[in-house]
């Protein structure tokens, strides 16, 4: 599993950018909410990585924060919704206004989402509202904390922790001890729960 991809972004379109890990070029689609902030062509990227697979094809989707990766994952998770519609949720509405809409059942708001009809809203809110409130939104992407956090989250899973008790855990880490820092601090922190 590719936990995230650093490079030089090499090509960038509105939903995807290609970056250049020494001489490989890998495509990867974005939402709007990543595609925003990329840097000019040339610069150095660092994109946290969903390797969706399917019997009949293989997609990388880029996320510049751990939350929006985590929101996407969790569309995934829901019946009959598929990457198209979780990149479309993110390039519609911020991660922040995702949760609100959820959390508070409002699916009204999430039909302004391309590909997202009543029932299909109405879904969503039922699926997630109660796994979606304890999702941490509070990393800035690119931040080192936000790093080193995926950076623990792979040790952890390497540990053979499953991703959910992995984020479990570092949610955890985060509120009880904000300054940390380092992955190193955030596995040894998580280990001693």
């Known amino acids: 599993m590719i936990e995230h991809i650093e490079g030089i972004l090499s090509g960038k379109g509105p939903a995807h950018a290609v970056i250049d890990v ?3 070029g890998y495509r990867v689609f974005i939402p709007m909410s990543t595609s ?3 840097p000019e062509t040339g610069k150095k990227i660092r994109l946290l990585i969903h390797h969706y697979t399917r019997e009949d094809r293989e997609h990388l989707f880029g996320f510049f924060s751990s939350g929006e990766r985590a ?3 969790l569309f995934l998770g829901v019946s009959g919704i598929g990457p198209r519609i979780a990149v479309a949720a ?3 509405l911020s991660p922040e206004e995702l949760v609100k809409h959820i959390t508070l059942r409002q699916p009204g708001m999430l039909q302004r989402i391309s590909g997202v ?5 109405e879904r969503i809110v039922v699926e997630l509202s109660d796994r979606i409130k304890d999702l941490d939104l509070a990393e800035t992407e690119g931040s080192s904390a936000a790093i080193a956090r995926s950076d623990a989250l792979s040790a952890l899973e390497t540990l053979g922790l499953s991703r959910a008790k992995a984020e479990q855990l570092l949610r955890k880490v985060m509120r009880d ?3 940390v820092n380092t992955a190193e601090e955030f596995v040894q922190l998580a280990l001693s729960q």
Request: proline letters at 5%; zero cysteines.
């Open 22 to 24: 020494h001489g490989v």
């Open 90 to 92: 993110l390039s519609t």
């Open 71 to 73: 929101i996407f994952e």
């Open 117 to 121: 009809g009543r029932k299909t809203a």
């Open 36 to 38: 925003d902030k990329l």
């Open 177 to 179: 001890h904000p300054n």
